[in-house]
């Protein structure tokens, strides 16, 4: 039977930064990147070494509606506008319960289909403001063999809401009860190992904590069409601090 691992370990929000190719920031174009994730949200901001402060580039029109539409392309059902600022909060010491009680419903459903799960994204990382929805993360032994596991999850009550087959087959649930993001990814996928050192790094520093919730709250106050414009603006911070990691 394969090992399954429950972690109330921290990680920090995940990086979703999904772009196509050819996407235009302000007086520069963007060269094709070899994931169609790191074309646009690779230099959709940067680092003031100065002030140790994101300053975020302006998308142009054009670029807002390429992203919009491969948004579109990859999620089931409709686009959930969100036309303001993202909603952040202090952190909750109830989170790790929360998604305590989240795997052992998936685990349940799964049983040794689970190869492990994770408490992912900022609402894992004591003390750090946060959207209030739990991200998890399943590994799984294939998750473009959606019969393997897909119908039992629908069965528990996730819905299946973003399928990216050209991004290590990536997959996400929301929660039938709590707001959760269930991503869902391959043993072995190299994202796997990044978003944990990138957990673990945010778990550990307190600098860089509290570099990157500035720079959360900085992005959140601002106008937001989809939360995932918002998830893309930040990784640039992201970046820096998975190169300290």
């Known amino acids: ?38 074309g646009l949200a690779a230099q959709c901001g940067s680092i003031n070494e100065q002030t140790h402060g994101y300053e975020p580039f302006t998308i142009s029109r054009v670029a ?15 686009l959930q506008e969100v036309n303001g600022p993202i909603r952040i909060v202090d952190y909750d010491p109830a989170w790790p319960t929360l998604f305590k009680k989240e795997a052992v419903r998936i685990t349940a459903t799964l049983g040794d289909r689970v190869f492990s799960i994770e408490h992912v994204g900022s609402t894992a990382v004591p003390g750090l403001a946060a959207k209030p929805r739990i991200d998890i993360l ?47 990814f391959s043993i072995g996928c190299p ?9 673990d790094r945010l778990r550990s520093n307190e600098e860089d904590r509290l570099l990157y919730e500035r720079a959360k709250r900085d992005l959140a106050a601002k106008t937001w069409k989809y939360v ?13 601090i998975l190169s300290r990691a």
């Open 1 to 38: 039977m394969t090992a399954v691992f429950v972690s109330d370990r921290s990680f920090l929000h995940l990086v979703a930064a999904r772009a196509t190719d050819l996407f235009e920031l302000r007086f520069q174009k963007i060269k094709p990147a070899e994931n169609t994730r790191s």
């Open 64 to 78: 807002r509606e390429m992203r919009e539409e491969q948004l579109r392309q990859v999620t089931i059902g409709e």
């Open 138 to 184: 399943l590994v799984v032994a294939d998750t473009a063999d959606e019969p393997a596991y897909v119908p039992a999850l629908e069965t528990a009550g996730y819905v299946l809401r973003i399928r990216e087959p050209e991004w290590y087959e990536h997959r996400v649930f929301k929660g039938p009860d709590t707001d959760v993001n269930l991503h869902c």
């Open 191 to 199: 994202e796997i190992q990044r978003m944990l050192a990138f957990r």
């Open 228 to 240: 995932q414009e918002y998830a893309d603006a930040k990784t640039a911070v992201v970046k820096e």
